[in-house]
C-alpha cells in the first residue's frame, strides 16, 4: 500500500479509508456480511445466465 500511496501522492488518511475495514468488524456482522454476499453473487450468476440462454434464444431465430 505504501508504494501506491507514494505513486499517486496519496495521504495518509485517505489511503487509510482504502483498505477494508474487516478486522474492525465482529464476527457475527461479518459472517452476515459474507452470507449477503454469497445471495448476490447467486443472483448475479442466474441473471447472466438468463441473460445468456436468452441471447442464444435470439441467435436461432
Do not use: C, F
Not at 482504502?18 to 461479518?30: I, N, S
Request: aromatic share 4%.
Amino acid at each position: 500500500m505504501s508504494s501506491i500511496k507514494r505513486t499517486w501522492s496519496i495521504e495518509e488518511k485517505i489511503a487509510d479509508g482504502l483498505v477494508p475495514h474487516y478486522g474492525r468488524k465482529e464476527a457475527g456482522e461479518l459472517k452476515k456480511i459474507q452470507k449477503e454476499n454469497e445471495r448476490l453473487k447467486k443472483l448475479l450468476a442466474e441473471k447472466d445466465l438468463e441473460i445468456s440462454i436468452q441471447g442464444e434464444l435470439l441467435k436461432k431465430r
